[in-house]
T-cell receptor, first 110, second 118 residues
Framework: SQQGEEDPQALSIQEGENATMNCSYK?????LQWYRQNSGRGLVHLIL?????REKHSGRLRVTLDTSKKSSSLLITASRAADTASYFCATDAWGGKLIFGQGTELSVKP | GAGVSQSPRYKVAKRGQDVALRCDPISGHVSLFWYQQALGQGPEFLTYFQNEAQLDKSGLPSDRFFAERPEGSVSTLKIQRTQQEDSAVYLC????????????????FGAGTRLSVL
């Protein structure tokens, strides 16, 4: 039973545009993480935001967290064809298992 | 090793057959996780080890699923009497010891084993 909901389920944009993905969760968290998965591959960690943080940046990635609304967003700026992948948010409540959302499938067209 | 290694990459099993999936975590990583990922879905937690101790097996869907990590390194996920609904990608992840003030519980994933039960 997955706790996270992500939207949109699929997103198609042109190279150079920004992509925004949203994630909602249900319970209290220690931190929230975003992972990327290329087709047929494992997940790769992108960025982590702690429950007491509201915004975090890493390169072309910007993550926001609103614990009052139990939601997070991932913004990828100036997207590239190589950003084409599935993106998952994952919540960590106590340093053990991660609870993943259903994912957003991003397609960036050259 | 350079990353988390899983074998086999692909496994085709006849219904009722037993299968064993192997995970080699990153050297020094004390925590090891197994997840099940159905097509088009996010990974779902199965079980978690800290060294050789299985601390959480709440995600194992039935008693046909069994995981072990006897020496605190390599782990095996065993599925007995496989059913068609067991068809999925099984992902293994490992993470280094948690440390105060540092990044917490970032998990490093293997490429997975794709299990198809016919």
């Amino acid at each position: 039973s997955q706790q996270g909901e992500e939207d949109p389920q699929a997103l198609s944009i042109q190279e150079g545009e920004n992509a925004t993905m949203n994630c909602s969760y249900k319970t209290s968290i220690n931190n929230l993480q975003w992972y990327r998965q290329n087709s047929g591959r494992g997940l790769v960690h992108l960025i982590l935001i702690r429950s007491n943080e509201r915004e975090k940046h890493s390169g072309r990635l910007r993550v926001t967290l609103d614990t009052s609304k139990k939601s997070s967003s991932l913004l990828i700026t100036a997207s590239r064809a190589a950003d084409t992948a599935s993106y998952f948010c994952a919540t960590d409540a106590w340093g053990g298992k991660l609870i993943f959302g259903q994912g957003t499938e991003l397609s960036v067209k050259p | 090793g350079a990353g988390v290694s899983q074998s086999p990459r692909y496994k085709v099993a006849k219904r009722g057959q037993d299968v064993a999936l192997r995970c080699d975590p990153i050297s020094g990583h004390v925590s090891l996780f197994w997840y099940q990922q159905a097509l088009g879905q996010g990974p779902e937690f199965l079980t978690y080890f800290q060294n050789e101790a299985q601390l959480d097996k709440s995600g194992l869907p039935s008693d046909r699923f069994f995981a072990e990590r006897p020496e605190g390194s390599v782990s095996t996920l065993k599925i007995q009497r496989t059913q068609q609904e067991d068809s999925a990608v099984y992902l293994c992840a490992s993470s280094p010891p948690l440390r105060e003030g540092g990044a917490k519980n970032i998990q490093y994933f293997g490429a997975g084993t794709r299990l198809s039960v016919l």
